[in-house]
């Protein structure tokens, strides 16, 4: 049994700040990379961010000094902070986890928070 739970999309203006959070509720399996991605009407899914089990961090350059990724491990939560945000980052936002059990790793997908940036 698997389930990824975002919370913490809504309504912000131009240079707010909104703090997003995943838990992830896994049974027999290992956290490796999780990760936030983004989906606008009419755009494809991109990568934001994302954070190994090491905790390196990778994210997509029209966010860098302005998104920050953190995770949690005791809690099997990933956060993502967005400060200054701009109405180009309006869009649903999507927690992705990659789950491990033995040699096998598959990625698992949260529902989507609505985030929307406008004054």
């Known amino acids: 049994q698997v389930q990824l739970v975002e919370s913490g999309g809504g309504l912000v203006q131009p240079g707010g700040s909104l703090r997003l959070s995943c838990a992830a509720s896994?049974?027999?399996?290992?956290?490796?990379?999780m990760g936030w991605y983004r989906q606008a009407p009419g755009k494809q899914r991109e990568l934001v961010a994302a954070?190994?089990?090491?905790?390196?961090?990778n994210y997509a350059d029209s966010v860098k000094g302005r998104f920050t990724i953190s995770r949690d491990n005791a809690k099997n939560t990933v956060y993502l902070q967005m400060n200054r945000l701009k109405p180009e980052d309006t869009a649903v936002y999507y927690c992705?986890?990659?789950?491990?059990?033995?040699?096998?790793?598959?990625?698992?997908w949260g529902q989507g928070t609505q985030v929307t940036v406008s004054s």
């Open positions: 992705n986890a990659g789950l491990v059990r033995g040699p096998y790793e598959n990625n698992y």
């Open positions: 954070i190994n089990s090491g905790g390196s961090t």
């Open positions: 896994v049974n027999a399996f290992s956290i490796n990379a």
